[in-house]
């Protein structure tokens, strides 16, 4: 059974840190492009950031880029997202996504951020 579990979020003022983690368990971890999205109140969910399989590779939303970092550690089945320089408009529930040969979907964590 896959399972993904997001942690870190809670609330920060603007311009604050966080640190997402996402631990997968029941996959083989290594072979899975690990990706984070966000859903904002009233709002479709939308793409983070994506890191590939062994680390070498990410890809960012330009909302994000220089501000956020993706990382992942193979050898603890983790993905991490560093966020910093935070905004008001960051405010979503943050989900962690395997995907591999079939697509899996942890169940979120909430980040606030008050101006």
């Known amino acids: 059974q896959v399972q993904l579990v997001e942690s870190g979020g809670g609330l920060v003022q603007a311009g604050g840190s966080l640190r997402l983690s996402c631990a997968a368990s029941g996959l083989t971890f290594s072979t899975y492009t690990m990706s984070w999205f966000r859903q904002a109140p009233g709002k479709e969910r939308e793409f983070v950031a994506r890191i590939s399989w062994g680390g070498g590779i990410t890809y960012y939303a330009d909302s994000v880029k220089g501000r956020f970092t993706i990382s992942r550690d193979n050898a603890v089945n983790t993905v991490y997202l560093q966020m910093n320089s935070l905004k008001p408009e960051d405010t979503a529930v943050y989900y962690c996504?395997?995907?591999?040969?079939?697509?899996?979907w942890g169940k979120g964590t909430l980040v606030t951020v008050s101006s």
């Open positions: 996504n395997a995907r591999g040969d079939l697509d899996y």
